[in-house]
């Protein structure tokens, strides 16, 4: 769930192109971390926790300050094509939604760099 779906406001939680690219983008940063959440360390604790981690906005920063997955994340990051996957993703895994990429603009950026 992207964060801003995370509000009490229904207008700012409603679905959008924007929270279905934040969550491809987290979906595949999962899928490139070996099946495990990067707000793993959150998720062990309490979904308040998790909660509010989400609304922070950088589940790159959970990442790396879970050990098993900062090395996850740094073996990706050590090829090019790794180094240009994690660089899409961040794209899309931008806190606010109007600082996100769109799908359009991720897929032309995505051809460009060769994927």
């Known amino acids: 769930m992207a964060p801003e779906q995370l509000s009490s406001n229904r207008d700012l939680s409603a679905p959008t192109y924007a929270s279905d690219v934040y969550a491809l983008s987290l979906t595949l940063l999962t899928f ?3 099946n495990r959440s990067p707000f793993r360390e959150m998720e062990r604790h309490n979904m308040f926790m998790l909660r509010e981690a989400i609304k922070m906005g950088d589940p790159f920063h959970f990442a790396r300050n879970d050990d098993q997955l900062a ?3 740094a073996k990706i990051e050590a090829s090019e094509a790794g180094k240009t996957a994690v660089s899409c993703l961040r794209l899309g ?3 606010k939604a109007v600082d996100r990429i769109t799908a ?3 897929s032309a950026w995505c051809v460009e760099a060769g994927w």
Do not use: H, P, T, Y
Request: aromatic share 8%; charged share 25%.
């Open 32 to 34: 490139l971390l070996g």
């Open 104 to 106: 359009s603009d991720w």
């Open 71 to 73: 090395m996850a994340l």
């Open 93 to 95: 895994a931008r806190k």
